[in-house]
């Protein structure tokens, strides 16, 4: 499907049926920074839930992890981060616009279009805050800009609690923080996101294939998600784009209403990270540790299955934006289609498991208490799969429940009406959000129905 969707239309879509906010909106608005209500919350949740569920739930080699976004410096300074990890800044000397140096159309001002720019220099994009009751800048944490670094320093202590063997990997969801220079483009950039970030310790030498197979896995995943094919790239990252850590780096592509970009990065971190929280002793060399560590008590490594020597993993690293997911799976799902009598319609086509409500239950009549009193009954059955949301449609339109429902991705309508008071098998209507089909199923008949529904 060709993907015409502006972002601009995205925008009052997600505000107008309560997917996303602009944050303290009735202040003027935060710059950088978004809410998700009702919908976007159950939507965004879903999307996490689908991603613990491949990486935790369907293997046996990957456990979960949460840790906190306040972050030690000395670990954000041995991670490299407080020395590189920078974006390059200039100013506009004419209108003292500030922006990111790289992408700039013709190295002019993306504000007032002057030619007028100072030179490029490094700006830090962590966001810095004060630690405990003194106030004189002595004592500071780091919000964390990836979850990475949590899962890299507590890995002795997974290591100690789980027995695990390589190849093996720690998962983790949560947000990150980033000071980004110029946000823009909806959640694409934002200064607050959450990632959705996998360590996968391997042999080294053993690296390079695992990393082939990470891309491939992530690729297939998002597709899953419901993301066209043709909607999606992979880009390896020239040697000048790397990360300070990164041996090699394939992105996933996708295409955004502002064109292809990066929605998450498979990287192959090598020995960076563990091994610059290992406490240096003369005889460990690691690949690429940028600072001599006398501050850690730990040696991060695993005995080799070779001799008892201690190794130091390898990490993969598939590293995924939730918000850029949340971003990604609106703009594919979001349908306009003409219907028979020239009435548009649109319908948010999203995959079953990730709509924020799985099924609306609605009285045909909702002054008739038989009626009304079964439809609520449908719903706290239906409830009881435990599959997520089931609505309750109190309206006596059904015909404006559908479209309401037809534009927030709610894939089941189902309809208690007359006939199932009067019909001994108790039947309903189950409405298709796509096919807009209609079929009678019994009630009886519904949690098997419902239940193949979202499994398949
Ligand atoms: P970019 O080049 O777009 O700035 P990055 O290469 O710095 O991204 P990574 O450090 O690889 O990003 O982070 C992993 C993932 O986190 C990205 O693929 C993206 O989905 C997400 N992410 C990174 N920065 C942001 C941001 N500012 N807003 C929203 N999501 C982000």
């Known amino acids: 499907m060709e993907n015409k969707l502006s972002l601009e239309e995205i925008v009052s879509f997600c505000k107008r049926r309560g997917f996303i906010f602009q944050s303290s909106e009735i202040y003027g608005g935060l710059q950088g920074v978004y809410d998700y209500g009702p919908l976007g919350t159950e939507l965004k949740n879903n999307l996490r839930a689908a991603w613990w569920r491949a990486m935790v739930y369907e293997r046996d080699d990957i456990e ?5 976004i306040l972050t030690h410096p000395l670990t954000l300074r041995h ?51 004060n630690f405990g009751p003194v106030d ?54 934002v200064r607050e996101f959450e990632q959705m970030e996998l360590e996968f310790f391997v042999e080294p030498g053993t690296d390079d294939q695992w990393h082939q197979k990470w891309v491939q896995e992530r690729f297939d995943w998002w597709i899953k ?31 955004f209403p502002h064109g ?39 040696q991060l490594a695993v005995q ?29 799902a979001y349908t306009k289609e003409v219907l028979e009598k020239g009435q548009e319609r649109i319908v ?25 009193a079964k439809a609520k009954q449908v719903k706290q059955a239906l409830l009881g799969l435990g599959i997520g949301r089931i609505k309750y449609e109190d309206t006596g339109n059904i015909g404006k429940a559908y479209r309401r429902n037809d534009e927030i991705g709610t894939p089941l309508c ?31 008949d519904l949690g098997n129905f419902v239940k193949n529904y979202f499994s398949s």
Not at 179 to 184: A, F, L
Not at 430 to 439: F, I, L, T
């Open 64 to 68: 979960g992890l949460d840790t906190t």
């Open 79 to 129: 991670s490299g981060h407080e020395d590189t990890f920078c974006d390059q800044m200039v100013d506009c000397c004419d209108c003292k616009a500030r922006m990111r140096a790289d992408g700039l159309a013709g190295g002019k001002c993306e504000k007032c279009g002057s030619a007028k720019l100072t030179a490029p220099r490094p700006f830090n994009l962590m966001f810095k805050t």
């Open 136 to 189: 004189d800048g002595s004592s500071y944490a780091y919000l964390r800009p990836e979850t990475a670094q949590g899962i890299f320093v507590n890995f002795k202590n997974i290591m100690d609690a789980t027995s695990k063997k390589l190849p093996f990997g720690v998962a983790q969801t949560g947000k990150a923080f980033r000071n980004e220079v110029t946000p823009k483009n909806f959640l694409f950039r």
């Open 225 to 255: 998600q419901g993301l066209a094919p043709e909607n999606l790239k992979l880009q390896k990252q020239t040697a000048g784009e790397l990360a300070h850590y990164s041996k090699a780096t394939t992105d996933i592509l996708f295409k």
């Open 260 to 298: 292809f970009e990066e929605l998450e990065g498979i990287a192959n971190r090598t020995d960076f990270d563990l091994g610059s929280h290992t406490k240096t002793q003369d005889e460990q060399k690691f690949t690429a540790r940028v600072n001599p560590n006398k501050d850690s008590n730990a």
């Open 304 to 332: 080799g299955a070779k001799d008892n020597r201690p190794i130091v993993p390898f990490v993969i690293e598939p590293s995924a934006g939730l918000d850029r997911g949340v971003l990604a799976v609106l703009t594919q």
């Open 348 to 372: 948010l086509k999203l995959k079953p498991h990730l709509a924020p409500v799985k099924a609306a239950v609605a009285p045909l009549a909702r002054n008739n208490e038989k009626i009304t």
């Open 414 to 444: 189902l309809t208690v009406d007359f006939d199932t008071l009067e019909d001994p098998k108790e039947t309903i209507t189950v409405r298709h959000r796509d096919s807009m089909k209609q079929e009678r199923v019994a009630i009886a």
